[in-house]
């Protein structure tokens, strides 16, 4: 048990509203095909923005929602797929994006693929119940317009461009808000399912022998699949054999949000009711690491979620990695 709350929230969302009409047009996808397949209708792209004006806009929202300012934070962190660029780390162009005080705040990235954000918010809360920080701005920020493949029609047309951003201080002592449990698995037998292989130190850009396929999202939708709904239901057992809750105990699941089929095991196989879990993915898509906390973060703000819900986040990511995490909010 942390005694930690998310003390404000704040999210982003380019204006360009790509359509499945869109898609199906620019690609030659038959009418229909996007929505039945991967369940999302609508997604955002960037048209001029970057990976950290996205971050700095949904964490001026997150500081206005906590009552905060740039001032008041000693650590600032992006937990993302792909940084903006290969150094410095992410976390530090977001503090210059901010204007925050220079020398005043830590800077550093996380990247746990789509469980980026929980493994984060999991890491950054011991060390905020620990003192170690004051006050934490937790960033997820993803642009990957850029990067889909239109030869795999199944991932171009699954994912969008936003990012989400979490305040993350300790809980006063007549405050409710406590992170009570998490659990993170890897199966590193996935780690190939989905990649980019380019941009590092193996198939480095400047290698001829690096070609332009290896710098874009690949994704064997079908084996990934397979293999998450394989392994999330032992996976949530070992969670909840941790714990005092129950399934029935939870107020709000909160998934990442992959794709239709992925959702559907939550739900119709796992147990949990349509009326528990937090549903976006329809009119975002599949937003990588921002996907979670985005879902959270406007859930919180239309009010579906309020202080003193009991939530439970869960997803799996690239690696493949299952997490969930449990907290009152």
């Not at 950054?124 to 920020?141: D, I, N, P």
């Amino acid at each position: 048990m942390l005694p930690v709350k998310i003390a404000g929230l704040g999210w982003y969302l380019p204006s360009q509203r790509v359509t499945n009409v869109d898609l199906e047009a620019r690609l030659g996808i038959p009418a229909g095909w996007i929505e039945r397949v991967t369940g999302v209708r609508e997604r955002r792209y960037v048209t001029d923005e970057t990976t950290v004006s996205m971050g700095a806009a949904a964490a001026r929202m997150a500081l206005e929602h906590a009552g905060l300012s740039i001032e008041d934070l000693d650590a600032i962190v992006m937990a993302s797929t792909a940084p903006q660029q290969a150094i410095p780390c992410t976390a530090a162009l977001l503090q210059r994006e901010l204007n925050a005080p220079q020398g005043a705040s830590a800077c550093f990235d996380f990247n746990a693929t789509c469980m980026s954000f929980l493994v984060a918010l999991h890491t950054m809360a011991h060390l905020v119940a620990a003192g170690t920080y004051r006050t934490v701005l937790l960033c997820s920020s993803e642009l990957v317009s850029n990067s889909l493949n239109p030869q795999e029609r199944e991932s171009a047309v699954l994912f969008g461009d936003a990012a989400a951003a979490a305040i993350i201080t300790r809980s006063q002592p007549d405050e409710q808000s406590v992170l009570w449990h998490a659990l993170f698995e890897t199966y590193s037998e996935g780690a190939d399912l989905t990649a980019i292989r380019g941009g590092g130190s193996r198939h480095h850009p400047n290698d001829p022998a690096t070609t332009p396929e290896m710098n874009l999202f690949y994704m064997n939708g079908p084996a990934i699949f397979k293999q998450g709904a394989r392994l999330i239901g032992p996976f949530l057992e070992r969670f909840f054999s941790g714990f005092t809750w129950t399934q029935s105990q939870i107020d709000i699941v909160v998934p990442h949000q992959a794709s239709r089929h992925a959702l559907d095991v939550l739900t119709k196989r796992l147990g949990f009711t349509g009326e528990q879990v937090i549903f976006n993915l329809a009119l975002r898509g599949n937003c990588v690491a921002a996907s979670l906390p985005l879902a959270f973060a406007e859930a919180v703000g239309c009010g579906q979620i309020v202080r003193g819900d009991r939530v439970l986040f869960v997803g799996t990511g690239a690696g493949l990695t299952l997490g969930a995490l449990a907290l009152t909010f």
